[in-house]
């Protein structure tokens, strides 16, 4: 399959995709966006493998709820746009993201900051029976910390 760039927004990709592959891996994204928290369940199977996984989730899928919960409660208008997508065989798909948001509620263990912020990153998923099964994903993490750490208000 040829490569395919795009900067569209999440939610403009599920509206648009041709696939369940590419509509699933898009709602992925499109569940921080909406900081919907309880969507993790119709985008992600029960047995979620997550192979960068939080330290203090009990499972994947609850890793995952962890994890958009924090985008809701700490930025504000969080917006990922899709930069690059691949179909692969057996049903990966590969997204390269960036997201956008300000830092306006406690996140990570930082008090808001009002920072801006503004970060890459890769989701290698793996869709079957219109569920996400196994997730890879890469965030720049130390950017993230470093743009709401910048004049953070003590807590």
């Known amino acids: 399959m040829p490569a395919i760039s795009t900067a569209n927004t999440a939610s403009e990709m599920v509206r648009s995709a041709t696939t369940t592959a590419l509509r699933v891996a898009a709602r992925n994204l499109e569940l921080y966006d909406t900081g919907n928290v309880p969507g993790a369940d119709e985008v992600f199977a029960p047995d979620l493998i997550d ?27 969080p917006q ?6 691949q179909e692969l065989a057996g049903g990966w798909v590969v997204l390269h993201w960036q997201m956008t948001g300000t830092h ?4 990570f263990g ?19 029976d219109g569920k ?8 720049e993490l130390l950017k993230l910390t470093q743009q709401i750490s910048i004049g953070a ?3």
């Open 80 to 85: 990922h746009r899709i930069l690059f997508h």
């Open 110 to 128: 930082f008090a808001a900051s009002g920072n801006p912020v503004d970060i890459n990153g890769t989701d290698i998923v793996r869709v079957v």
């Open 132 to 139: 996400i099964t196994e997730i890879y994903h890469v965030e």
């Open 104 to 107: 306006t509620g406690d996140a």
């Open 51 to 77: 192979h960068n996984p939080a330290a203090d989730a009990t499972s994947g899928i609850d890793g995952m709820r962890v994890l958009i919960a924090a985008v809701r409660d700490g930025f504000t208008d």
């Open 153 to 155: 208000q003590s807590a």
